[in-house]
């Protein structure tokens, strides 16, 4: 059965592409007003129509998550627009320099991974709890990893800021629990967005892993399985949910 979220205001960030996108779908089809945050104007405007045609409502903003200001004034607009956030789901991510050893590991790589991956969930996060305070309820569901949670990365800046992102979870869930915001964090593993299936062209390039390209791309999971786990976690019927969630 499909997670109930008739009435739900819902922010979904990186919802241009990949998961993001088919998350979106899912929370949007399932009964939630969307706003759909990215840097990627052209399928960003494509979500929301593809969602405002199927009988949905939803609008895009142009967000980059690393800036603040730009942060604090789309939450703003968007906690108008919807009036009110009941649910965060932060998915906005980037891979970069994968199978590049350690030694040869760009400074300004490392940079842009870490400041959208790991500062763009704290800043998100910094905004938005700041609205569900106020209403005394709320659920943030942020995007950390197997990749540094569980186990290694093909990159040293992605597998460092998805360990981040774990940990920022934890550290919120145990704050933010007195105002009634439920926090927990998703650890896809490998699904087919264009970020994973670069990285496994890259790995491939490289040397790295076994079997045919084509072999290992097939084998990536849909983004639309993973987008069921976030509305689930969205809905009312995950309250008791608490914590990492790991996906295949």
Request: hydrophobic share 45%; aromatic share 6%.
């Amino acid at each position: 059965m499909a997670a109930d979220l008739t009435g739900k205001r819902i922010i979904v960030t990186g919802a241009a592409t990949g998961i993001g996108r088919s998350t979106a779908l899912r929370v949007s089809a399932n009964g939630a007003k969307v706003a759909a945050f990215d840097v990627n104007d052209a399928d960003g405007a494509t979500t929301t129509s593809d969602i405002n045609e199927a009988g949905g409502d939803a609008r895009y903003w142009h967000v980059d998550v690393r800036d603040e200001t730009a942060v604090a004034g789309a939450v703003a607009a968007a906690e108008t627009w919807l009036g009110g956030i009941d649910v965060l789901i932060h998915v906005a991510g980037v891979l970069q320099g994968a199978a590049v050893d350690l030694d040869e590991f760009p400074e300004e790589m490392w940079d842009t991974v870490v400041d959208i991956n790991l500062r763009g969930s704290f800043v998100i996060s910094k905004f938005v709890s700041g609205v569900m305070k106020k209403q005394r309820s709320g659920v943030i569901i942020l995007t950390a990893s197997g990749a540094g949670v569980l186990g290694g990365s093909s990159s040293f800046a992605y597998g460092s800021s998805k360990g981040g992102v774990h940990g920022l979870a934890l550290v919120m869930e145990a704050n933010l629990e007195i105002y009634g915001i439920r926090v927990n964090d998703v650890l896809p593993g490998a699904v087919a967005t264009p970020l994973k299936v670069t990285q496994v062209g890259v790995m491939h390039e490289a040397g790295g892993g076994e079997g045919d390209l084509e072999e290992k791309i097939g084998a990536l999971v849909s983004p639309d399985d993973i987008a069921k786990v976030y509305a689930f976690l969205a809905s009312d019927e995950a309250s008791m949910v608490k914590g990492s969630v790991r996906t295949r």
